[in-house]
């Protein structure tokens, strides 16, 4: 017997899982496909951040996307009990005395001056003759929780399916046992395998990050920043990531990105370190570095929401709700990540 639903969501980062909550918050009856292996979202650090820490600029929408954000956390805690937000600054390790110059500069900017603290901090336990420049609004995500957390009140709930999506299945508005109405695939870099919308342009880039024992942990609560971020995880290790690679695809740890990161910490941390893991995922990005969202041009109902790259929780959270308002109130897309800028 057929069931009826409005939506299916095929994909489990963090696309899936911020649409997922749109559709129930707005009481709409979904199906979750999750093919349950560990995305790139999955292993991703969960910075929340609205500044580019190589120029000291800022990026579109950051202010409203980072109040979105907030907002979002706290509606999701109504049902899980729990808020993911983890109020810890990025604290910016200056390389040299004309960076400090530069950031003090920038911070006087209108789009910069709140997200800049004009005032530095020395820190504790690493290299910092220069000292450090707080992100202001920056923390981080508890990615752990929020996925184990998430998938399982989504199953408890009846709307999570474990299993891979089987597109030879798929006929107009039918899946399997279940009548839909809409069907949204967010499949990060396993688009490419999808028949429907195996045209848009995302790129994989491959991203390592190491979980580090240290023998001298930090004593303060914040995440450093030099090449790469270094934080402090719940078991008493650190996370230490994460790379950026657009040539080795290979679906192996790159001993060079080892090597990378390696040099990165041992460039600010004085004390003697140990790996415990590495891990790596493939993050789906776009050369306009826009998300990719919209209808596929011949079947109306079948939607795409892709390419939201290294800002994957500040572009999954703020545009789950665009795409859920084009959907349900026909409200146009920002030409800027409307799929249709590639037709």
Known sequence: MME????????????????????????????IFSEGKRSASQVSAGIINPVVL??????????????????????????????????????????????????LNKSENDDLKAFLSPEFELVDGVKNPFQTGVVLQ???????????DL???FEKEGNLIREKFDYAQLEGETYKEYAFKYIVFCEGMGVLEN?????????????????????????????????????PLEDGSYYYGGTYDREQMHLKVDPSAREQLINGLAEFYPHDFEIEHIEFGFRP?????????GSHPDFPNYYVFNGLGARGILNGCFFSQELFE??????????EVDLKRFL
Do not use: M
């Open 4 to 31: 009826n639903v409005e939506y299916i969501i095929v994909g489990d980062g963090y696309a899936a899982l911020f649409f997922a909550h749109r559709l129930q918050k707005n009481h709409k009856r979904f199906r």
């Open 54 to 103: 190589k120029k000291f600029t800022t990026f579109w929408k950051a202010q409203e996307q980072i109040g979105y954000l907030r907002k979002t956390l706290s509606e999701i805690e109504s049902y899980t009990g729990v808020n993911y937000l983890i109020n810890e600054n990025i604290h910016r390790i200056f390389h040299d005395e004309k960076e400090c110059n530069l950031w």
């Open 138 to 148: 920056s923390g981080r995500l508890n990615v752990k929780g929020f996925f184990h």
């Open 151 to 153: 998938l399982n009140y």
């Open 195 to 231: 028949p429907f919308f195996s045209f848009i342009p995302v790129q994989p880039n491959k991203g390592h990050h190491l979980t580090v024992r240290l023998s001298e942990p930090l004593s303060g609560k914040y995440t450093l920043k030099k090449k790469h971020f270094l934080f």
């Open 285 to 293: 990005t776009v050369k306009d570095r826009r998300p990719i969202l």
């Open 326 to 335: 084009k959907i349900e109130n026909g409200k146009a897309l920002h030409p």
